[in-house]
Nanobody, 122 residues
Framework: VQLQAFGGGLVQAGDSLRLSCTAS????????VGWFRQAPGKEREFVAA????????EYANSVKGRFSISRDNAKNMVYLQMNSLNDQDTAVYYC????????????????WGQGTELTVSS
């Protein structure tokens, strides 16, 4: 599976933005997909994840209630809708995939896309 994240950019605090992750491969629908982010000088951290069916999702406490993850398996796409953005959300965002169940541990994801950068200006 090859992943590509896109949709980042420069936004103002309070704005909304949707990131997208596209994948190659006919078996994409079998994969759990997670979003992670890495801010300058910080460790990569878990943001959100969605099961292969879309029936199960999980969020980091820092984004719960503001971010929403979804997927469209027919289009091989996973989305991260981000609302009420603040400067703490500034980071490079990555999507990742694995065949097993949702986990928040980045090292357990097998496939990674290149990141897309989000900058939130206050």
């Amino acid at each position: 599976v090859q992943l590509q994240a896109f949709g980042g950019g420069l936004v103002q605090a309070g704005d909304s933005l949707r990131l997208s992750c596209t994948a190659s491969g006919r078996t994409f629908a079998r994969y759990t997909v997670g979003w992670f982010r890495q801010a300058p000088g910080k460790e990569r951290e878990f943001v959100a994840a969605i099961s292969w069916s879309g029936g199960t999702t999980e969020y980091a406490n820092s984004v719960k209630g503001r971010f929403s993850i979804s997927r469209d398996n027919a289009k091989n796409m996973v989305y991260l809708q981000m609302n009420s953005l603040n400067d703490q959300d500034t980071a490079v965002y990555y999507c990742a995939a694995r065949l097993l169940a949702i986990t928040t541990i980045s090292g357990l994801y097998d496939y990674w896309g290149q990141g897309t950068e989000l900058t939130v200006s206050s």
